[in-house]
């Protein structure tokens, strides 16, 4: 979980407001009920509600602001490093007024007191914000999905492999996206292949 939160927030600090709700819808869907499903929850509703507003659907903002109110309401003011209260404040207001998009940017969400950049994140939040991108910017999904199986593994064994970085690069590289998009779907490939290769020899 606490990857994919930290993946949302900066993916949603730069911007990307649909993305940031599918870092964290994974993560959200495996949890029980509990303060960490309200605390996901309750972003993904703040996260949709601008991203509504944006599009001028008034009506659809104000109603994510009320259910995000809902999930958040009995949460700490501070819990799992974020700053709940400054959510709570901000969904409040746009619900009252979701036309202030148009006036301003929505303001950043913190972890542990600061407002994360994507270049902020470590190799596993790095790897959840590119998959989230990935498909935010176009980019087929497949591949970058595969990427990002071969890139945990390497992280469970306590490894940051070609994948790992590659996916990492892919978030912090705007410049160089589409490069790193096409050497990461190169690396999938090869990969793809050598495994292709030893399938049913010893069946």
Do not use: K
């Not at 599918?22 to 929850?41: K, V, Y």
């Amino acid at each position: 979980m606490d990857a994919a939160l930290r993946a949302g927030i900066a993916v949603y600090n730069a911007g990307h407001y649909h993305a940031a709700h599918d870092a964290w819808e994974d993560a959200w869907l495996a949890l029980e009920d509990g303060d960490d499903e309200r605390l996901l929850h309750g972003l993904i509703q703040c996260s949709a509600a601008v991203h509504h507003a944006r599009d001028r659907n008034w009506a659809g903002a104000v109603g994510l602001c009320e259910s995000a109110r809902e999930y958040l309401a009995d949460l700490p003011a501070e819990y799992r490093g974020v700053d709940v209260a400054a959510v709570r404040e901000y969904v409040d207001a746009l619900g009252s007024d979701p036309e202030r998009v148009e006036r301003g940017t929505p303001p950043s969400l913190t972890y542990e007191g600061r407002a994360l950049a994507l270049e902020d994140l470590d190799a596993p939040a790095g790897v959840e914000a590119g998959v989230a991108l990935a498909e935010a910017l176009g980019y087929d999904a497949e591949f970058v999905e595969t990427g990002a199986e071969y890139a945990r593994e390497g992280l469970a064994e306590g490894e940051l492999n070609e994948f790992g970085v590659l996916l990492c690069d892919f978030v912090t590289e705007r410049e160089q996206r589409a490069l790193v998009a096409t050497r990461l779907r190169q690396h999938v490939r090869r990969r793809q292949r050598r495994e292709d290769d030893v399938a049913g020899l010893f069946d």
